[in-house]
């Protein structure tokens, strides 16, 4: 398995990386039995995430993904920070090998974990059907569907 | 510095393997099968090749069939121990928890045929018990296929104890020695072994050639269908050049089994004691090992990126993490043991051979807490458990 040079770059060179004392948001995402979990601390000041950092327990890909969600999000309207996919974290590390796709969804639902957290501590209403649950089980169920259905094949 | 790290997983060609193979592509490279002189020359040193590899195991040239490796031979002696099991209606097959998966991928295959598998454990020594083996012995029983050495944690199997046991019972025993040939001591005939995997490139010798010693009076059944080469039972023209290197390999590793265990221990050992600071670590396995493998736990952390890290720091080593092996699970061998997935995420092999030296020991002692103590660092399993949160499992 081959990472692309992005993804090297960032999981060797982690951006935003740390804990953060008085962070507004805190969400922590994954399974350690599955082998990942990210922890993502945000800052925000007037609807903007001012500040981010991230803590991850998992493979190169999850600490890269997460280092590139944070670089995407800081300094980003927690509007625009809910519509980051893992689609265009994939993308913006020039891929993953398909096996650790599953990282990149963890990164999107760290950053979502992060501001339904803020959310909740402020009082703010929101739509909770734009959250995951916090209940990895759906995911990592998919997951595991899938990496035993590949199994099969070969 | 560059240190390679990963011996159980293959190995650097010795000088006399890499000089024995090279006549055998230039100037002694007729086909074995073909009756002119070129080929009876290739077909005389193939015969000197299989006494060699017959010799060294304490076997008879005929009883030994070259493969295009260990996975290879232990598919041929498995399905073969199976027909001939299911010829008297035995379709019960007894195996390990820590096999290869050359082993437990063909165990599954025969279980989708309908015979029946029994995988003993092996607690967290992480050794099959000869009494175990005794007990799940069953009338219907066609083979009992046990590994020699685990090549994930290095321990070495009761096999001499399960050989009388299988004898005793009149039952084949099969053992995938891949990792111990020319590391251990091995006679088959002592040891009641009735089928042996073997595969050069974990002994100095190129990749792509072991062989299966396979006790007279025991029919293989073919895998491959072709010419009539290895006594009709594995088609192909034979890989010479491989084959005289496996040989001339195997030869000297045997010869310097005691030699080369005596050093590489020492090293191993010092890496142990190296890194016996690292708090919330195990080293997994116990009892009589391999020289070599000395295979660790950190709590909290994954063994991918420590993998990864260890790299740029030039060292080569290997882990039982599940982003290793392509999926979800950790390794099969470390959940035999015990040991939960999180904690079996966090694993790291360390194969050493005696082309390694003190100074790559001591790198490998210098770079590996540093990097388990920035991966802790950084991870929110490690300040859940620092925290009270987690509790502590090693």
Not at chain 1, 38 to 55: A, G, H, L, S, T
Not at chain 2, 97 to 115: C, F, N, Q, S, W
Not at chain 2, 171 to 192: C, P, R, S, Y
Not at chain 2, 356 to 379: G, M, Q
């Amino acid at each position: 398995m081959l990472y692309s040079k992005e993804v090297m770059d960032h999981f060797e060179n982690p951006r935003n990386i740390g804990k953060m004392a008085d962070a507004d948001g805190i969400g922590e995402v994954g399974n350690a039995k599955c082998g990942d979990i990210m922890k993502m601390y945000i800052k925000v000041e007037n609807d903007i995430i001012v500040d981010v950092k991230f803590n991850t327990f998992g493979c190169g890909s999850a600490i890269a993904t997460s280092s590139m969600a944070t670089e995407m999000i800081k300094g980003k309207p927690i509007s625009e920070a809910l519509e980051l996919s893992n689609k265009a974290v994939v993308e913006a590390l020039g891929g993953l090998p398909p096996a650790k796709l599953h990282c990149s969804v963890l990164a999107e639902e760290a950053v979502k974990a992060a501001i339904k957290d803020y959310y909740d501590k402020n009082g703010i209403a929101y739509d909770a059907e734009q959250f995951c649950d916090g209940n990895c089980a759906a995911c990592h169920a998919h997951d595991h569907e899938h990496a035993h259905g590949h199994a099969e094949e070969e | 510095m560059r240190v390679y790290a990963d011996n159980a997983a293959t190995t650097r060609m010795s000088e006399t393997a890499i000089a024995a193979m090279l006549p055998y592509m230039d100037k002694i490279y007729g086909n074995p099968s073909s009756l002119h002189s070129f080929g009876q020359e290739a077909a005389e040193v193939l015969q000197q090749a299989r006494e060699t590899v017959a010799g060294l195991l304490g076997a008879e040239s005929r009883e030994i069939y070259f493969t295009s490796g260990g996975s290879e031979a232990d598919n041929m002696a498995i399905i073969s121990a199976a027909r001939l099991g299911a010829k008297k209606g035995k379709k019960h097959i007894i195996s390990s928890r820590i096999e290869h998966h050359a082993v437990l991928h063909t165990l599954d295959k025969l279980k989708k045929e309908g015979y029946e598998i029994t995988l003993l454990e092996v607690g967290r020594e992480g050794r099959v018990k000869a009494e175990d083996v005794a007990a799940a012995i069953r009338p219907d029983t066609a083979l009992v296929t046990i590994m020699y050495a685990n090549n994930e944690i290095g321990t070495i199997q009761p096999i001499k104890e399960i050989g009388a046991i299988c004898k005793e019972k009149g039952v084949i025993f099969h053992t995938d020695a891949v990792q111990a040939v020319g590391h251990l001591d091995i006679n088959v005939k002592e040891q009641n072994i009735d089928m042996l995997s073997l595969s050069a490139h974990k002994f100095h010798g190129p990749k792509g050639v072991g062989a299966l010693y396979c006790r007279r009076g025991l029919i293989l059944t073919n895998i491959i269908e072709g010419g009539g080469q290895e006594r009709g039972k594995r088609g192909g023209t034979e890989n010479i050049p491989a084959i005289v290197a496996a040989a001339a390999a195997m030869k000297e590793a045997c010869e310097n089994i005691e030699k080369h265990a005596i050093y590489v221990s020492a090293l191993r050992d010092r890496l142990i004691k190296g890194l016996a600071h690292i708090p919330h670590a195990v080293v997994n396995g116990s009892g009589e090992k391999l020289p070599g493998i000395a295979n660790f736990c950190f709590e909290g952390i994954e063994g991918e990126s420590l993998l990864l890290l260890l790299n740029k720091d030039g060292i080569a080593a290997s882990s039982g993490s599940a982003c290793t092996s392509g999926s979800l699970d950790p390794s099969h061998v470390l959940l035999a043991l015990g040991l939960p997935h999180e904690v079996a995420h966090g694993s790291l092999r360390i194969s050493l051979c005696h082309y390694n030296t003190i100074e790559e020991v001591d790198h490998i002692i210098a770079s590996v807490p540093k990097v388990v103590d920035y991966l802790r660092d950084i991870s929110p399993v490690w300040e859940a458990l620092m925290e009270g949160e987690r509790p502590h499992v090693i």
